[in-house]
């Protein structure tokens, strides 16, 4: 099979790799669909701080992905093949504290599908073995390539519930990437009063107000804290920060509301520069969130996009074949993801 193999910055190639076989516990997932992360970017470019120095050369890239399972390891016996499935591409040790308080995102051993840190192919390839506890069965109503979006979309659903409640709440939300949208998605759903959004890409800021955004901000042109006190007197109850950004992060924190919270999705690669005087002044909270707590996350998750709550037509830009991932997609992304959400790739 062909596949996109990892040997360092800028040094991706579409190669051919042995067809994987499952071992015990494990199912050989069909790929259908391969979403690009952001992180997959930073690892092409070689950032030299964060995730992407952790991945593994000789590795197939890609953590973002669903299928089908064409076959079955030794001891699985609760799943058929045939059954579509979107994966949790994280695997953890189970008996360090994280894992004893059932956090594995936190696991000090954590390692994720794509070469994160464990030599473990991910989901750039038409074949993929993963443990049966990676995988979770999409249910009836949505499609197998759409469930793809199921990885990014839990990191927004685990940050929803990192959050207080956001019952008519006001919240304000740093970034119209994916997970920005995500996150703008998922509090609607949980029934958020007032939205806004802040996104310097004219494109996502449309995805946003398409989205179903209350307000969308182009922070260049426009204030936010000023925004925000025109739509609301006292500021917001809670900000989520997406963009890994200190001009960002200070404007969300400005616009909190006194003892409002804000929650950091973002994988930061750099230090933060965060105003303590001021949010000490508000008495604000800061919260952080780390992908997603699998048993919990994508269950709920894929109910979500199942009854719509996701908007896929939205959210996915573009299809693309697998030998074109580097000019058509990480190329692409790096300079020009002013023109996308998410890309997928078909490694068929």
């Not at 994987?20 to 690009?36: A, D, F, H, W």
């Not at 594995?104 to 993929?128: D, E, F, N, S």
């Not at 107000?209 to 739509?231: E, M």
């Given at each position: ?5 990892y ?8 190669q051919e ?24 970017v ?7 701080k964060?995730g ?19 076959e079955?390891?030794a ?18 040790c ?9 956090w594995?995102q ?13 030599p473990l192919?991910?989901g ?13 069965s ?5 499609g ?22 956001t ?10 990437g994916?997970i ?73 924190i ?17 230090l ?14 800061i ?14 998750t ?20 697998l ?5 058509d997609?990480?190329?692409e992304l ?15």
């Amino acid at each position: 099979m062909r596949a996109a193999v990892y040997f360092g910055p800028r040094d991706i190639r579409i190669q051919e790799m042995p067809d994987p076989e499952p071992g015990p516990g494990q199912l050989l997932i069909e790929v259908s669909r391969n979403g690009i992360c952001g992180s997959d970017v930073h690892t092409y470019v070689g950032a030299s701080k964060g995730g992407a120095t952790m991945h593994l050369p000789g590795i197939v890239l890609g953590h973002e992905f669903a299928g089908t399972v064409r076959e079955i390891g030794a001891g699985v016996d609760d799943i058929g093949v045939g059954a579509h499935v979107a994966i949790a591409p994280i695997e953890w040790c189970g008996s360090c504290y994280a894992c004893a308080h059932s956090w594995p995102q936190m696991c000090r051993k954590l390692g994720l599908y794509g070469g994160y840190r464990l030599p473990l192919h991910g989901g750039l390839a038409p074949l993929v073995c993963v443990s049966r506890r990676s995988a979770f069965s999409v249910p009836d109503g949505l499609g197998v390539v759409e469930a793809a979006l199921a990885e990014p979309m839990a990191v927004a659903v685990h940050a929803l519930r990192r959050a207080p409640t956001t019952l008519a709440a006001v919240v304000m939300i740093l970034g119209a990437g994916p997970i920005g949208l995500g996150v703008l998605q998922s509090v609607i759903a949980a029934g958020a009063r007032t939205t806004i959004v802040t996104e310097i890409s004219p494109f996502r800021r449309a995805a946003a107000g398409r989205l179903g955004a209350s307000a969308v901000i182009d922070p260049t042109a426009v204030d936010p804290y000023s925004a925000v006190r025109d739509l609301t007197r006292h500021g917001v109850d809670i900000v989520f920060e997406t963009t890994a950004n200190d001009t960002a992060l200070a404007q969300g924190i400005r616009s909190l509301r006194p003892r409002g919270t804000l929650v950091s999705v973002a994988g930061w690669g750099e230090l933060a520069r965060v105003d303590m005087g001021l949010s000490m002044a508000k008495e604000i909270d800061i919260r952080f969130t780390m992908t997603y707590e699998p048993d919990v996350d994508f269950p709920a998750t894929l109910a979500m996009l199942a009854r719509g709550a996701f908007d896929t037509d939205v959210l996915i830009s573009d299809h693309i074949p697998l030998d074109r991932v580097i000019e058509d997609g990480l190329e692409e992304l790096l300079n020009h993801a002013d023109r996308h959400v998410k890309i997928l790739v078909d490694p068929a």
